[in-house]
């Protein structure tokens, strides 16, 4: 099927772009650290938790696309075999 392809093409993609995310929050908070420690500290222990909340959200989407085909293609062979009639 091409859209469980195309699926995992995009869940790669994002966590591709979910670490990106990741590298620039850890750069900031570095940046953050010469002027505010507090702030570089919430930065560092926020980064892992926001790539996760973010990995999770992604996953959770794309599995409900990937249920949507799924039910558009059981309910186009029920239309074929005859059972439901519109």
Known sequence: MVTIKLIRLVY???IGFTGITALAMLLLAW???EWN????LLTFVATPIVSLFQ???TRMILEFVINQ???T???RKIRESGRLRS
């Open 73 to 75: 293609d059981e309910l």
């Open 31 to 33: 940046s953050f650290s």
């Open 12 to 14: 790669v993609l994002a």
């Open 55 to 57: 990995i999770v959200i």
């Open 37 to 40: 420690g507090f702030l570089a």
């Open 69 to 71: 085909f799924k039910i």
